[in-house]
Antibody, heavy 116, light 108 residues
Framework: EVQLVESGGGLVQPGGSLRLSCAAS????????MNWVRQAPGKGLEWVSY????????YYADSVKGRFTISRDNAKSSLSLQMNSLRAEDTAVYYC?????????WGQGTLVTVSS | EIVMTQSPATLSVSPGERATLFCRAS??????LAWYQQKPGQAPRLLVY???TRATGIPARFSGSGSGTEFTLTISSLQSEDFAVYYC??????????FGQGTKVEIK
């Protein structure tokens, strides 16, 4: 069974940092591009970041560029998102999603709350 | 950036009735459009891709159509489990991948 499991969310103060992880199983992780997508409370879906299979190509949404860093470890079937200089508007559920152009598999999400 | 606009924001439908959801792109996305279903507290689930291809395990009552800038998701006979929020997403020109703001299908 294809599975993505996020972890690492929590409460952090504005300006703080947090590292999210996504553990993949049930498929050959190294052959899939991956993404992070977020959803603020009561709002819609917003794409955050993309990483190619070999980490050669990385993209970020303008809203997080320069603050967030995506990475992956194919040997561990793991995806990460390092989030620095967090703002209140970064409060959201963060999902990792497998990329086949469309997003065909999603994790259950991890909640990040930025508040003092 | 391609802007995706969905209508209506909320659709009130009785069980067994037909529901039609719309999605418009600010420029052509060819057939590179997906629909997702999201229930409260759950992750989105891929329903339709390439505008009209149902994803694995998706019932035949869900159908997608359209190309270019105008797209439709039709649920032929609403079941209780279909009441949810539906999002369209374009993957023709990226980054960024862009989603519509969602259509909530609620029980009438």
């Amino acid at each position: 069974e294809v599975q993505l499991v996020e972890s690492g969310g929590g409460l952090v103060q504005p300006g703080g940092s947090l590292r999210l992880s996504c553990a993949a199983s049930g498929f050959t992780f190294s052959t899939y591009n991956m993404n992070w997508v977020r959803q603020a409370p009561g709002k819609g879906l917003e794409w955050v970041s993309y990483i190619s299979t070999s980490s050669n190509t990385i993209y970020y949404a303008d809203s997080v560029k320069g603050r967030f860093t995506i990475s992956r470890d194919n040997a561990k079937s793991s995806l990460s998102l390092q989030m620095n200089s967090l703002r209140a508007e970064d409060t959201a559920v963060y999902y990792c999603a497998r990329d086949v152009l469309k997003f065909d598999c999603w994790g259950q999400g991890t909640l990040v709350t930025v508040s003092s | 950036e391609i802007v995706m606009t969905q209508s209506p924001a909320t659709l009130s439908v009785s069980p067994g009735e037909r529901a039609t959801l719309f999605c418009r792109a600010s420029q052509s996305v060819d057939s590179n459009l997906a629909w997702y279903q999201q229930k409260p507290g759950q992750a989105p689930r891929l329903l339709v891709y390439d505008a009209s291809t149902r994803a694995t395990g998706i019932p035949a009552r869900f159908s997608g159509s359209g190309s270019g800038t105008e797209f439709t998701l039709t649920i032929s006979s609403l079941q209780s489990e279909d009441f949810a929020v539906y999002y369209c997403q374009q993957y023709n020109k990226w980054p960024p991948w862009t989603f519509g703001q969602g259509t909530k299908v609620e029980i009438k």
